[in-house]
């Protein structure tokens, strides 16, 4: 089945990520119309760059060769299933439908455990780890209201 070859191309360039040395072993896809129009791999340490996860990479890659910045009627394909930060990529990338390979739980057996994120997602600001408060609102605020007067924008 098509499925299957695009989720081998997803593993292929999970593999290749930690044989190159470029990063963990994530890799992942994006096809559209059954044609494979971005690719992405895991690039956290070969680019510096906690944000290079494959399905961003992988996001990016099919923006840029679609001259979009959805994916509507999109599929992503991941070597295993997306951290929070890819998960909130995906949604805001549109795709139609995701699949994954390899469970959190597998990926947090070897190493990639995200609960710390899972948990930190719902508590109060003052409760997060990471030491978090809000500064300036109103002048920040006045931003949004200028982009809801602004007639050229472009919704997403």
């Known amino acids: 089945m098509y499925r299957k070859k695009f989720m081998e191309e997803a593993v292929r360039l999970a593999n290749e990520c930690f044989e190159t040395g470029s990063g963990g072993p994530f890799g992942a896809v994006v096809v559209k119309d ?14 510096n760059d906690p944000t290079a996860h494959a399905e961003v990479c992988a996001i990016r890659d099919a923006c840029k060769n679609l001259g ?16 929070p930060m890819c998960f909130g ?7 139609r439908r995701v699949f994954f390979g390899a469970s959190c739980e597998i990926a947090a057996e070897a190493g990639f455990d995200d609960t710390f994120i899972y948990n930190e997602i719902g508590k109060p600001i003052d409760c997060y780890s990471i030491k978090t408060e809000q500064h300036d609102s ?3 605020a006045k931003t949004f209201e200028k982009w809801k007067q602004f007639e050229n924008k472009i919704e997403y």
Do not use: K
């Open 89 to 95: 990529a995906i949604y805001w990338a549109r795709p």
């Open 68 to 83: 979009t910045f959805q994916l509507s009627g999109c599929e992503i394909y991941a070597s295993s299933e997306p951290c």
């Open 34 to 47: 059954g044609v494979i129009v971005g690719r992405g791999r895991n690039m956290v340490t070969a680019n």
């Open 138 to 140: 109103e002048m920040a």
